[in-house]
């Protein structure tokens, strides 16, 4: 199972719909998906069309109370399932202060999860508080999407430190494995000059056994596409919406590429699975925890 936090403190730049459609082209082709919305604005739950009703229970339900992820999970479409958001998530920052382990609480709720997928993945707030936290504590890699304009680069650095940070200490799984370029306008010289800059940007800030040593950028660009932009008002992935768009022709495309890295995974869990590795029984790699300071960081790095 690979689970991917989609990431950036930045405001509008391609998180929950890139979230939402390379779910539902997992799901297209084949995929168990769940797809957990991290995001008080539950922008996600909307563009799937998910319409929340008094009964039922949200992320918040999760973090704050003792109900489980898989109470919580809905399905929206063969192979696709919703975990969905609540304008209430955005209290579970202040009602969590001072509770211990805050970070984790997420974590210790998908220990608890029976049946497997093929991917989780999370659409996280454009913060760096709690709710991306724990997603982040959660997640064994990161997806960070980025609108090729000229302040992409603008506060990246303290990003991947913040990823490092809870990788060191809280989740020594994690990856920051891919980049994403969203709303990208082909033929600009503007969009070509900052890919540049952000390969060069890895480049320089690469060190071995850092959480971004083998990061990439996808070869698929998610066009600029207005289909991608109607296409949440209408409830619909753009796959129900417009499913010969150049939006659906893109995320259909970074599906296989994001399948093709899973290809090693999969094999790898098959001879797992026929030879019965005695490792399976070794009890987890223990790290260093530190709550408090983790918590400080991200307040700190925290770039609104
Ligand atoms: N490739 C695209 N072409 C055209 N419009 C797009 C594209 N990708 C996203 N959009 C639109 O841009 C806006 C911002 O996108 P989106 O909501 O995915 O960003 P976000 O990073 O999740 O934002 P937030 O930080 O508020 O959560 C939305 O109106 C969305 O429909
Ligand atoms: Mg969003």
Excluded at 229 to 249: C, K, L, M, T, V
């Amino acid at each position: 199972m690979r689970s991917i936090a989609i990431i950036n403190q930045k405001g509008g730049v391609g998180k929950t719909t890139t979230a939402v459609n390379l779910s539902a082209a997992l799901a297209e082709a084949g995929n168990k998906v769940w797809l957990i919305d991290m995001d008080p604005q539950a922008h996600a739950s909307l563009h799937l069309g998910f319409a929340m009703e008094e009964e039922y229970l949200s992320v918040y339900d999760v973090l704050t109370a003792e109900v489980k992820l898989d109470e919580v999970r809905h399905p929206i479409e063969p192979n696709l399932w919703l975990t969905p958001s609540h304008i209430d998530l955005a209290a579970a920052e202040m009602e969590l202060a001072g509770a211990v382990g805050r970070e984790i609480i997420l974590q210790d709720r998908m220990a608890e999860v029976a049946e497997d997928f093929d991917y989780v993945i999370f659409d996280c707030p454009p913060s760096l508080g709690i709710l991306t936290l724990n997603a982040l504590t959660t997640a064994n890699e990161v997806f960070l999407p980025l609108q090729p304009h000229f302040l992409a680069l603008h506060g990246l650095s303290k990003l991947l430190r913040t990823i490092e940070l809870v990788g060191k200490r809280l989740n020594p799984e994690l990856t920051l494995s891919n980049v994403i370029y969203c709303m990208f306008d082909t033929g600009t010289r503007l969009a070509n000059e900052v890919v540049d800059d952000v390969e060069m940007f890895f480049v320089d800030q690469r060190e071995a056994n850092s959480i971004w040593a083998n990061a990439g950028s996808f070869d698929t660009r998610i066009r600029r596409n207005i289909r991608l932009a109607e296409a949440p008002s209408h409830g619909e992935s753009i796959f129900r919406y417009s499913p010969d768009s150049n939006g659906a022709q893109d995320y259909r495309s970074l599906a296989a590429e994001v399948m093709q890295q899973s290809l090693p995974e999969m094999e790898e869990e098959l001879g797992h699975y026929q030879h019965e590795s005695a490792d399976e029984f070794l009890p987890a790699q223990s790290f260093d925890y530190h709550p408090q300071s983790i918590h400080e960081a991200f307040i700190e790095n925290d770039l609104r």
